[in-house]
């Protein structure tokens, strides 16, 4: 084992020591509350670009497995622990290239992310750089508002995931994690994955489409909104997350970036017309700002920021959410099977 820090942009240093790959990773610093799903978080592509705390003192207590990978390879650029736990893990991280530091302060490095917002980052490990260095790097990182990420996670070619179904889905990925595909697979649903530049006229022939997951803003991906507002209207959509951001953007909405997001598998959303509140899974930096509140069918309980949207005569509905559940709690599961039993519904009226 060897030394390593992590510098933040506004000049503070936390000191552990390295139990990953040696390097120098540079990326936005988050954290994550899930006190589970570890390997699930480093390959989920919605970490992409992005240095990741985990609040849970012990992570790697229960191994690794390759059915638990949401992808085919890492994406978060550094994991930032307190305390790492098991060879099997830290092995895991080192032979996948992944900068690793256990023995960080934890507790307050997220107070300080709380406290400041996140912000752009540099983990060294085993590598021989000054602190001073590090943090003038930091500094020179752009930050993730105005970066557009897609094109870096996304499938090159389209791909059938599940040729048989009731009825057929297509995914347009912009990160999509295996348990999407998984769910909808078990759901009843044929699914073919496209690339984020699939064009809306390839995508309007499918019973359903669903907008995945993904990394950075939303904003910048002024290709990918013009192709969801083309296909509005002509078929069934789902937005999830970053899918969501870009179905608030075709239909009007503004998004904004959050201080220090939402990442976890215990957020707490309110259901508004059921009364219900689910625990869900939550991924991201942005959220949509609703200018109907009516829209609005899911609300965080920690900020009021709008979970869900509901826009019956274009056909579409969306998720900020996680309702995969991977990791995660799966009070949210019920709604990607509503989505396509109600897609079935439509088909054969």
């Not at 970066?147 to 995914?171: D, I, K, M, Q, Y």
Request: charged share 20%; aromatic share 6%.
């Amino acid at each position: 084992m060897t030394s390593g820090f992590l510098a933040l942009a506004d000049g503070a240093v936390f000191h552990g020591v390295s139990v990953g790959a040696p390097g120098v990773a540079a990326g936005e610093a988050v954290f994550t509350t899930g006190m589970s799903g570890y390997q699930e978080a480093v390959t989920d592509p919605s970490f992409a670009e992005q240095l990741v705390c985990f609040t849970a003192p012990m992570i790697g207590n229960y191994g690794v497995a390759e059915e638990r990978s949401e992808s085919a390879r890492t994406h978060a650029l550094a994991v930032l622990m307190r305390e790492a736990r098991g060879p099997a893990w830290t092995d895991w991280l080192r032979e996948r290239g992944v900068v690793a530091l256990t023995g960080i302060d934890t507790r307050s490095l997220v107070l300080r992310l709380r406290e400041e917002g996140s912000m752009p980052a540099v983990a060294v490990a085993g590598e021989e750089l000054a602190v001073e260095e590090a943090v003038r790097l930091a500094r020179e990182t752009p930050p993730m508002s105005g970066r557009a990420l897609v094109a870096g996670v996304s499938t090159p070619e389209p791909f059938v995931h599940a040729p048989e179904g009731r009825v057929r889905v297509a995914v347009v990925d912009y990160g999509v994690k295996r348990s999407v595909l998984r769910r909808l697979a078990k759901a009843g649903a044929a699914v073919t994955v496209y690339p984020h530049s699939v064009d809306a006229d390839e995508l309007a022939g499918y019973d359903g489409v669903l907008l995945s997951p993904g990394p950075g803003d939303p904003e910048p991906l002024a290709a990918e909104v013009e192709t969801v507002r083309e296909l509005l209207g002509r078929t069934n959509v789902l937005g999830i997350c970053l899918g969501h951001q870009l179905l608030a953007l075709a239909t009007g909405h503004e998004t904004f970036k959050l201080p220090f997001g939402h990442r976890g598998s215990n957020h707490p959303v309110l259901e508004r017309r059921s009364g219900r509140v689910l625990v869900t899974s939550q991924n991201h930096g942005f959220a949509v700002r609703a200018s109907d509140e009516a829209e609005a069918t899911h609300v965080s309980l920690y900020d009021g920021t709008v979970e869900g949207l509901e826009l019956p005569e274009l056909r579409a509905r969306s998720l900020q959410f996680h309702p995969e559940a991977g990791p995660g709690p799966h009070d949210a599961w019920p709604l990607l099977e509503r989505w396509v039993d109600e897609v079935a519904e439509a088909v054969h009226a």
